[in-house]
């Protein structure tokens, strides 16, 4: 077994690679070469929702014996987190979860939480100067306002997404089955050939407009739901388009306390060792023919370093937002192309300014949720007015003429004249910046689920679309890819015409 970390306060490296050549660190792989020994030790960089999933599903297939060490320079939960208003908390990063995501529904139960209390609202798209599309409280009312605004484009829309998340669901069948992929690629091709992996490729809107959906359509709904998920334009890929239309025509729900429960409640379940540090370099070295890995990190105590059999990165690596470097690997790990895009979040305390969207009476004010169009004069993507994390059974939803807690999405900071645009008068702002998401048009290149032997990307998956449930799924999938990589299952690990052998095995 692996001896446990090794800490030198405010040490050079150069020490660490010393020790190491000198003995003083041994590593479990000498003792899985003996046979098909479990891993000793498996880091986890990262205690997202990501960080959080894989950690579960490692110990679920690895089992309980191996050691799990998650660090997390931040808190845990990542871009699931909240804001404290008034003595109550408010979703700030991740608010919602699709109905679709089967793991995040396991892990409800799992863990004993519960689906948060839905309180009724209506949407509407602004475009600076009118609302272009409302929402009523009639369903068929507004089937016929799409219709007689767009024809059969909204009919289509939901005819193509319903086709792409139908293919999509596949992949939970696989996983069921103990498959898994090594490179997002053939995870793609798996689920909807050929045509999924050129769903990355092209752009949203141009796979809209192939489909007879029109460019009116596109212009004042698919650009406002975009803008308010990914803070981008159409030019989106296809893929990660879908996933953001899918949420937006409903099923969606957030969990009773706040959606960062699942993080916390799934490393508590695991007993996983939560870091508080840095992680600042990983270090690949060889013992006996068996690779091992040395994370390096700074915490409040000064420098320290531990060995690991397995590693799992759940963060980011693009655009060098996590500053991690790579030692001693030949050839070296590739920087990957590509940036980030970043979000303002705004929650707002305060008076809605009704009279800016045409409403001169606060009271008439109709809607909760507000999108937009892709307007210059425009300064802020959407703005929703946001319930507590904590829904009792008698909570109201506050009334437009009263201070409500409002979550403004934006692409830049907003000015104090923004503000005043937006609302009359206000108590508090609590401004976050996130990088959310990838910037999609930066690249094109898909990133590499495996960076070497036993050391897995899980982030990756993002550059295919970003949100809770890809996350959950990749989780599975580096978990399953490196339990079939160990045992040297490789029947397991990109497989063909999975959907044929998934029925022979039933």
């Not at 998650?70 to 979703?91: I, P, S």
Request: proline letters at 4%; one cysteine or more; a negative charge.
């Amino acid at each position: 077994m692996m001896a446990d970390s090794l800490r030198l306060p405010c040490a050079p490296r150069f020490l660490i690679s010393l020790a190491v050549a000198a003995g003083v660190m041994r590593t479990a792989s000498s003792e899985a070469a003996a046979g098909d020994a479990p891993p000793g030790k498996i880091a986890v960089i990262g205690a997202g929702i990501g960080g959080s999933s894989v950690a579960y599903f490692l110990q679920q297939h690895f089992g309980p014996q191996v050691q799990l060490d998650v660090y997390e320079k931040d808190t845990v939960g990542g871009r699931l987190a909240t804001v404290t208003v008034n003595k109550q908390q408010y979703e700030n990063g991740g608010a919602s979860i699709h109905s679709l995501n089967l793991h995040m529904q396991d892990f409800i139960k799992l863990l004993g939480l519960k689906h948060r209390r839905e309180v009724a609202g209506k949407s509407a798209v602004f475009n600076g100067e009118q609302f272009v599309l409302e929402e009523t409280d009639w369903y068929l009312l507004n089937l016929f306002r799409l219709w007689w605004h767009y024809g059969m484009s909204f009919l289509r829309l939901q005819m193509w997404v319903e086709e792409v998340m139908e293919k999509f669901m596949r992949i939970y069948k696989y996983q069921a089955h103990g498959y898994s992929f090594s490179r997002l690629e053939e995870l793609l091709h798996s689920l909807g050939g050929d045509a999924f992996v050129n769903m990355t490729q092209r752009s949203v809107a141009e796979s809209l407009l192939e489909v007879g959906i029109t460019q009116r359509f596109i212009d004042d709904v698919i650009v406002a739901i975009l803008r308010a998920s990914y803070g981008q334009s159409v030019l989106v890929p296809a893929f990660a388009g879908a996933m953001s239309l899918a949420g937006a025509q409903g099923n969606m729900w957030a969990v009773e306390g706040g959606n960062k429960l699942v993080c916390s409640g799934l490393l508590k379940l695991t007993k996983g060792n939560v870091i508080q540090a840095t992680v600042t370099a990983i270090s690949l070295h060889n013992s006996g023919g068996k690779n091992f890995y040395q994370v390096h990190y700074e915490d409040e105590e000064g420098q320290g370093s531990s060995f690991y059999d397995i590693v799992v990165i759940a963060t980011q690596l693009h655009d060098k937002k996590s500053n991690i470097t790579f030692q001693n690997f030949d050839p070296p790990v590739a920087e990957f192309p590509g940036t980030f895009h970043t979000t303002i979040t705004s929650i707002v305390h305060g008076y809605l300014n009704s009279s800016y969207f045409g409403f001169g009476d606060p009271k008439l004010f109709p809607f909760t949720s507000v999108l937009t169009t892709d307007t210059p004069a425009l300064f802020f993507n959407s703005m929703d007015n946001v319930c507590p994390v904590n829904v009792s059974g008698t909570f109201r939803r506050k009334q437009p003429q009263e201070a409500a807690v409002w979550r403004v999405h934006s692409q830049n900071p907003l000015e104090k004249q923004e503000l005043k645009m937006l609302f009359r008068s206000y108590y508090s702002v609590q401004v976050t910046e996130w990088q959310a998401n990838p910037s999609y048009e930066s690249s094109k290149t898909l990133p590499p689920i495996i960076l070497h032997d036993n050391l897995y990307y899980l982030n990756s998956i993002e550059w295919v679309a970003s949100s809770v449930e890809m996350a959950a799924v990749a989780a599975k999938n580096v978990a399953l890819l490196a339990y079939n990589f160990w045992y040297h299952d490789l029947d397991k690990i990109d497989q063909k015409d999975l959907m044929h052998k998934v029925k022979t095995e039933l």
